[in-house]
């Protein structure tokens, strides 16, 4: 994996990055193949082909001798401002093909391309999971589903650290799971976001082997931290096992990794070497613009931000502990606009859900497999979480219904939904309310919830 692509660059990735600015490229000029590939899914993902079946679009071709699938990629995802920066077409491609710049990949090296169909494969946004995915995830037994994917049972959670409840945003929950894998050996690293040494809301990617990596990364930030480009720092290296920690779009491409279709060297590394897997419920991220929007709209500078939570409003932490509020409605304006072709809140494949809905302090959490049971039961049983059943809080159950209720509203599958640069000509970039208030509401069929 080449250096460059294991380094985010985080300048202004706005609304339209670098990736949309050039246009359509001329890249099926290079191979014809890639453009009937694209011909023959925009055909399928119109008409009446079940949307399980849009990936023999390209799966063919491999039995025709394969075709440029990066083009393919570029093209449809990438150019069409549809990419949601999950990263996994960077870490899984075998041949160093791109890079990752301001959000997006960039196939930099684009003539190293091999014909392996890899990075449309693993792409969410091209196609819905395979059938199997359920079976690669294994959720408990008899577990439920109100509206945000299989789980087995919910509760409140807090760290008994008060290390980590010094440096935590909600109830330390991810950190003291991965502080106590790699104590006691469960682990051997963990794919997490951190910030950058000299803007402490700007994401970037790590891969923490030590406690002090996990407390140095703890709270949230909410701009978009690339975490899964850590994956080729630990297949690089062969750190395993490890748990990866990400936002649901980043969790789907890693689980796409792990279920392709076609199987290779990568793919096996995080079938075998992925431990625990655990998600954070996310509503939308932010424009990096937007930090100096937000300081603007409280009256201060962005270097006096120190902590940004969102509870309804936007609650910020300046640098000498003072908190100011904003209206989270107006901060809305500056979502990242990749954020509209999300449809997952609660990170529906993990194996742990988290997030800092409800009980004020503590950490919503809902597991979903077997592996997530047991390591939530062992840093219990070893004094290490303290728990509440979510009846303390009904509002925190409410809230998980409604958004992710909202994810899901009227939003037809990403590959059917409009282009960047057709919600630009509409003028509605607003990736929270476009299909319920927006362009895609007055098409959309009623709701049946």
Not at 205 to 219: G, P, W, Y
Not at 248 to 267: D, E, K
Request: charged content about 25%; hydrophobic content about 35%.
């Amino acid at each position: 994996m080449s250096e460059k692509n294991n380094q985010a660059n985080p300048e202004k990735p706005g609304a339209m990055n670098g990736a949309l600015s050039g246009g359509i490229s001329a890249a099926f000029g290079r191979d014809g193949a890639a453009e009937k590939v694209r011909e023959n899914f925009r055909q399928m993902v119109a008409g009446d082909a079940a949307p399980g079946e849009w990936a023999y679009s390209w799966r063919r071709e491999l039995n025709r001798g394969g075709f440029r699938a990066v083009d393919f990629l570029m093209e449809e995802v990438v150019n069409s401002g549809k990419c949601i920066g999950c990263a996994s077409c960077v870490t899984i491609c075998p041949t160093d093909v791109f890079d990752y710049r301001q959000e997006t990949p960039v196939d930099t090296r684009t003539d190293a391309c091999v014909q392996c169909v890899l990075c449309t494969e693993v792409c969410p946004i091209l196609r819905p999971a395979d059938q199997d995915m359920d079976a690669l995830v294994q959720y408990g037994d008899n577990p439920l589903d109100e509206g945000y994917g299989p789980y087995v049972y919910g509760l409140y959670t807090r760290s008994t650290d008060q290390e980590i409840l010094a440096r935590c945003q909600d109830g330390g929950l991810v950190s003291t799971l991965l502080t106590f894998g790699l104590a006691n050996g469960s682990l051997k690293g963990a794919v997490i976001g951190d910030v950058l040494p000299d803007d402490n809301q700007i994401g970037r990617h790590i891969l923490a082997k030590t406690r002090e990596d996990v407390l140095q990364s703890a709270a949230s930030r909410y701009t978009y931290s690339p975490n899964n480009l850590a994956l080729a720092d630990a297949m690089g290296t062969d750190v395993n096992p490890i748990a990866v920690v990400g936002v649901p779009c980043q969790i789907n491409g890693l689980r796409y990794q792990q279920n392709s279709a076609i199987s290779q060297s990568m793919v096996k590394w995080l079938r075998k070497n992925v431990a625990l897997v655990i998600g954070l419920f996310c509503s939308e991220a932010f424009t990096h613009e937007s930090l100096d929007k937000l300081a603007e709209i409280i009256g201060t500078e962005r270097r006096k931000i120190r902590n940004i939570n969102i509870k309804g409003k936007v609650v910020v932490r300046l640098d000498d502990g003072e908190v100011r509020e904003a209206s989270l409605k107006k901060y809305r304006e500056f979502a990242r606009p990749a954020c509209l072709y999300c449809t997952d809140y609660s990170a529906e494949l993990a194996d742990i859900g988290a997030g800092g809905i409800g009980l004020d302090g503590w950490t919503y959490t809902l597991v979903r497999t077997k592996r997530g049971h047991e390591a939530l039961r062992a840093a219990i049983e070893a004094g290490l979480l303290e728990t509440r059943p979510l009846s303390d809080e009904p509002r925190g159950e409410f809230l998980m219904k409604k958004l992710s209720a909202d994810k899901k509203k009227n939003r037809p599958h990403p590959a059917q939904m409009p282009t960047y640069q057709e919600r630009a000509a509409q003028a509605y970039l607003d990736p929270k309310t476009y299909y319920t208030k927006g362009p895609g509401a007055q098409k959309a069929e009623p709701d049946n919830e």
